[in-house]
């Protein structure tokens, strides 16, 4: 039996966790630090467009800089919008595009044609852009795209490689956005969500230059045995071939006129993490800001790790890490790479003694989840237990969100309107 002075500490920790998560959103919002990043007005007109799960809390704060005599749009997924006076905000599909997302895409296009060298184009991509501006390629349709996105999905392949199969079945990705707004000067404001904060990796880069090719998104779809529809594939090998322009490359004076600023990157969230970690009166470790691998996997290595640390004698400590995992898909659950994390986590503690931890997606949604994550304590596994649930047999099913559903231990945030990836921090003591 649990007695009050344990169950009070739980939840005294549990607090501290969401408030250490909190932290972390609160540093990557938009309205911290975009203004001191938008350019000088032109003599021309201003264009503003975007994609991203921050698309619409970026414009509201460019209109809130620069007033509403503007024009623009962006594209957020569905309940990410907020209201706007000049800067339409249209919500479509995501991880999945539909064909909403297809129809923004080609108004995004449009809007960045026939500008002159006085114009500038404003360009606001986050996390999620990629998925939202489904733009196919000459010669695909959208349902070539919603299926081979679906098998990425599943694949257990890296953002980057993801986003390289993306870019090359694209007309508006991969630098081709930035290709169509020439000789306009182009500024993009980013808030990155991947892994070592590559401009081209974001939403797919759609005004940077890609250094990527044909080839390597067949051996994307090669390396994961990923069954792609023949259209695709015959698109490819077209590429390959030389048969359909590459993307422009690092070096192509069509994009000279295009740069980027980044606002937030998970690096700032996990110092803003590992300030109130201290503040707390917990030592702050930042493993890093690009940790990725299988979800489970690292669960568990990070579980040898605070346990190690925890027999070692060294407590009130917390262990702060960010980065994107990934889920290789081969059960018939429900739940994303936090709930795998943590449940990989879980196991791996086997109940140890004052080890607690969170893992949560920044954006608050974790997968295609209601759920930004969940959270966990030293009886995690023996409640689970209590409640007929084998932690185990529900991992293997990819089953996560249910195992944490069951003991009421997700983390529901609802969007957050920003995004900078994976969110984990585990207390020792």
Known sequence: MVSMTDFSAACKKNQLLKDIFYSAVTA????????????QRPS???????????????????????????????????????????????????????????????????????????????????????????????????????????????????????NTVRKHLSKIKGGRLGLMANPARVVT??????????????????????????????????????????????????????????????????????????????????????????????????????IEGEAHEVGLAHARLAIDMANAGKTKVAIISGGETTVTVKGTGRGGRNGEYLLGLVLGLDGHRDINAIACDTDGIDGTEKNAGAICGPDTLSKGRGVGLDGAAMLDNNDAYSFFAALDDLIITGPTLTNVNDFRCILIG
């Open 28 to 39: 990557a919002s938009p309205d911290a630090s975009i203004a001191k990043y938008l350019p």
């Open 189 to 290: 404001i980013g808030i990155s969500d991947v892994p070592g904060d590559d401009p081209a990796v974001i939403a797919s880069g759609p005004t940077v230059a890609d250094p990527t090719t044909f080839a390597d998104a067949m051996a994307v779809l090669e390396k994961y045995s990923i069954e792609a529809p023949q259209n695709v594939l015959r698109f490819l090998q077209d590429g390959m071939a030389g048969k359909i322009e590459e993307t422009p490359k690092p070096g192509d004076e069509r994009m000279a006129r295009c740069e980027v600023h980044l606002i937030a990157t998970p690096a700032m969230a996990l110092a803003a993490a590992g300030v109130a970690a201290k503040k707390a009166g917990y030592e702050p470790l930042i493993l890093g800001d690009d």
């Open 44 to 162: 021309g007109r201003t264009v503003v467009v975007g994609a991203g799960k921050a698309g619409a809390s970026m414009a509201v704060e460019v209109e809130r800089a620069w007033g509403d005599e503007i024009e623009g749009l962006v594209v957020v997924p569905y309940a990410h919008g907020l209201p706007t006076k000049s800067i339409e905000v249209v919500q479509a599909a995501h991880p999945v595009p539909d064909a909403q997302g297809e129809a923004v895409a080609g108004r995004l296009l449009n809007m960045v044609s026939g500008l002159s060298p006085d114009d500038l184009v404003l360009c606001l991509i986050s996390g999620g852009g990629s998925a939202l501006m489904a733009l196919p390629a000459d010669g695909l349709s959208l349902a070539d795209k919603r299926e081979i996105n679906s098998r990425l999905l599943k694949s257990g392949a890296a953002i980057d490689e993801m």
